[in-house]
């Protein structure tokens, strides 16, 4: 995100710049240090251990334990928790008692791994604990699906709730649906199953998968799930082997890999699925002139559609295809402006130029033109080229100050409605004019008060009301919001349009072009060329004996156990599930999760996308613990917590955070560490550095509370 000043590289602000020095302690450099000067312990150490010896009297159990962590806070001991904050880093260098290597370090365990794969491939069976979320690595499915397009927060479980609840952490599983893969990954194969439609448990619903079982012969497949027996159908049959295992197994991707992509019949469709359409809304009001994000977005989204004009030279100059173009084939483009009218364009090839037709109706918006607003980009590309080339200087003309932005969504969403399609709005300043138009709320006096909830949630029934209708008709919306001077533009209100329908808010704070141009034009290009589904509905099943207790992240939910319902979802969107126990599981069984999202590609089919995880059952938590999966528990107190910004305040969701570190390492040092001196602090191997996440979490812009709040 952009900051406040301007710097000559573009939207590295100095002044962040500054701080980010202030607390980069690690020295990568010299991993290996012989004993100088150490490189100093970083602050989230220091104060998580504060809070830790505050809150842990308790008597060490399980004498023994071979799975311990870090103990170098010997010397701290007699230090008084604030004097140890503040002196951390001299104490260390004086006394000399600390080993450096022995100090968590983020930066320095991902490196580790990262080296690591890059030579090594990660075999989602045989390793129970994946690499960090954050470095490149190359994923073998074995069955298993890769970390990632799920993570789960332990990767053998507790039988009881009991266990769970001894290790204060949460049971839970991130998704990443369509997380891109890297060069050399295998794709994720795509099944026909004809009009039956994949194999699914007749009971339960679950979709066929390595961990259904065959019997009697091949006639009878066993659902992992549930259990139940099903009859296989005559056109699935196959007879198994001495062993129980099909013959064709190894000729059946969706027998041997955890995630896999079937085509689906026409009873999964909702409607006729077509080729994505992507419908750009652009503010050509005043401030966006004066503030040249018109030409910034024109910009953008030429470079999105077409490449740069090198790229394009160096493609035709090798004698390949003439430019295919960025967008999926059966994609289509349309362009819509606004200020206080709303102006479509009829964008058809046959024609010289784009035709602009006014829409003046706010109340109740229409859609002018029935052909020619969705093209083929490539088949129009002289007439979408000249349009964005023009449009800056067309506009100049007719100066209106305010926008109108709900009428002009709403215009957008009666042009999708019978296909869905994915908005990107860009949007220069509050809009003030016509239904829906928004008014300054924060006065910057809400930070800690009771209208902070009020100013981070909207009640602005015209924005829910287009946000849910637009998530049934499989429609999902990115901004890009400029918020010239550092104004107001009731981010709340505006992005929950994109919170509900899976979209995503960029923001450019004190919106600059010369500064901001470059990043804006970037955004909008990963924006549309990422992969993109639409028209989703997703639900993810678990053994018997778990149950769902919560999802958390950007879809509508209508009741309680219903279908995730998704605008439009991305390569780069992520959720959290949570689960909870109804019972005791079986140690002699494995745990499942299917999730399956239902979706139509941006090139028109309708799929559902299985991704499957398996887990080992555990007496007790001490696998558990050897087994934490650190960035998937972070991500779900990420979650969890952003979910709960409606009803709590800034304040209590930062304390939970604390507490619940607390907690878990509390919980650790209770009952897995093994006997320990009172003063030590003992972490967990695998959550050596989850203190400094969660420190790293108060403090980030969501949590930490500031003036003018509702903008960040
Ligand atoms: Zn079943």
Not at 80 to 87: E, G, H, V
Not at 303 to 311: C, I, P, T
């Amino acid at each position: 995100m952009g900051g406040l000043a301007v710097s000559s590289d573009g939207y590295a602000p100095q002044k962040v710049h500054k701080k980010k020095q202030r607390h980069a302690y690690h020295d990568l450099g010299q991993p290996s240090a012989p004993p100088q000067p150490p490189p100093g312990t970083p602050q989230g150490y220091g104060s998580s251990q504060g809070q830790f010896l505050n809150a842990g009297q308790m008597q060490p159990q399980a004498p023994g334990s071979p799975y311990m962590g870090q103990s170098p806070a010997q010397p701290m001991a007699h230090m008084s928790p604030a004097d140890r904050l503040r002196s951390g880093e001299e104490m260390v260098a004086t006394q000399g008692r600390v080993d450096p290597e022995q100090i968590p370090s983020i930066p320095r365990s991902r490196d580790v791994a990262a080296q690591y794969y890059l030579t090594q491939v990660y075999p989602t069976m045989e390793r129970h604990l994946p690499p960090p979320a954050a470095i490149p690595f190359l994923a073998h499915d074995q069955g298993n699906s890769s970390p990632k397009f799920a993570r789960l927060t332990l990767n053998k479980l507790p039988s009881t709730s009991e266990s769970l609840a001894s290790t204060a952490l949460p049971l839970g599983m991130i998704l990443q649906p369509l997380a891109p893969l890297q060069e050399g990954e295998q794709p994720v194969p795509v099944l026909d199953f004809g009009d039956a439609g994949p194999p699914r448990c007749r009971r339960c619903r679950t979709y066929i998968n390595p961990f259904m079982t065959f019997r009697s012969g091949g006639n009878k497949l066993v659902c992992n799930m549930c259990n139940f027996p099903n009859d296989v159908a005559p056109e699935y049959f196959a007879p198994t082997d001495p062993s129980g295992v099909r013959v064709d197994r190894l000729q059946r991707p969706e027998l041997m890999l955890g995630t896999c992509e079937f085509l689906v019949p026409k009873e999964y469709w909702a409607k006729e699925p077509v080729g994505l359409r992507w419908l750009f809304l652009i503010d050509v009001s005043q401030v966006s002139l004066q503030q040249k994000l018109i030409e910034s977005v024109c910009e953008g989204i030429r470079h999105a559609l077409y490449g740069d004009e090198l790229e394009e030279a160096e493609e035709e100059g090798d004698g390949t295809e003439p430019s295919a173009g960025k967008l999926p084939a059966g994609s289509k483009v349309g362009i819509v402006t606004y200020d206080k009218e709303v102006h479509f364009y009829n964008l058809s090839a046959s024609l010289s130029q784009a035709q602009m037709m006014v829409m003046t109706d706010l109340e109740e918006p229409f859609v002018p033109l029935g052909e020619g607003l969705f093209v083929d980009p490539q088949e129009s590309k002289p007439i979408i080229s000249s349009l964005l080339d023009q449009l800056p200087t067309l506009m100049s003309r007719v100066k209106a100050p305010e926008p109108a932005l709900l009428p002009t969504l709403n215009a957008a969403l009666a042009a999708l409605a019978n296909t869905g399609g994915k908005v990107l709005c860009a949007l220069s300043t509050l809009p003030t004019w016509g239904p829906g138009r928004l008014v300054v709320r924060d006065d910057g006096k809400g930070l800690d008060t009771d209208t902070e909830k009020k100013l981070l949630s909207t009640e602005h029934p015209g924005f829910k009301k287009t946000a849910s209708s637009m998530v049934t008709a499989g429609v999902g919306v990115d901004f890009f919001l400029a918020a010239t001077g550092g104004q107001y533009l009731d981010i709340a209100t505006i992005g929950h349009i994109s919170a509900l329908t899976g979209g995503e808010v960029f923001l450019y704070p004190n919106f600059y072009a010369p500064r901001d141009h470059t990043k804006l034009a970037n955004e909008i290009k990963h924006a549309v060329t990422r992969e993109t589904g639409y028209q989703a509905l997703m639900k993810v099943r678990c053994s018997n004996g778990l149950q769902v207790s919560s999802y958390h992240g950007n879809f509508l939910q209508l009741t309680f156990g219903a279908d995730l319902e998704i605008g439009t979802i991305d390569a780069d969107k992520a959720m959290a599930v949570i689960f909870s126990y109804d019972g005791k599981l079986d140690t002699k069984l494995d745990a499942h999760f299917q999730a399956a999202l239902l979706y139509t590609t941006a090139s028109g089919q309708r799929r559902v996308r299985c991704i499957n995880i398996v887990a080992g059952v555990m007496e007790g938590a001490m696998e558990s613990m050897r087994t934490v999966d650190q960035d998937a528990v972070v991500s779900v107190v990420a979650k969890e917590a952003s979910s709960r910004l409606a009803d709590k305040s800034l304040k209590d969701i930062r304390a939970g955070i604390t507490e619940k570190t607390i907690d878990i390492l509390a919980g650790y040092r209770k009952n897995f560490s093994g006997s320990h001196p009172p003063g030590q602090l003992v972490l967990p191997e695998n959550l050596k550095e989850f203190s400094m996440y969660m420190l790293g979490l108060i403090k980030s812009r969501a949590f930490k509370g500031m003036i003018n709040l509702s903008n960040y």
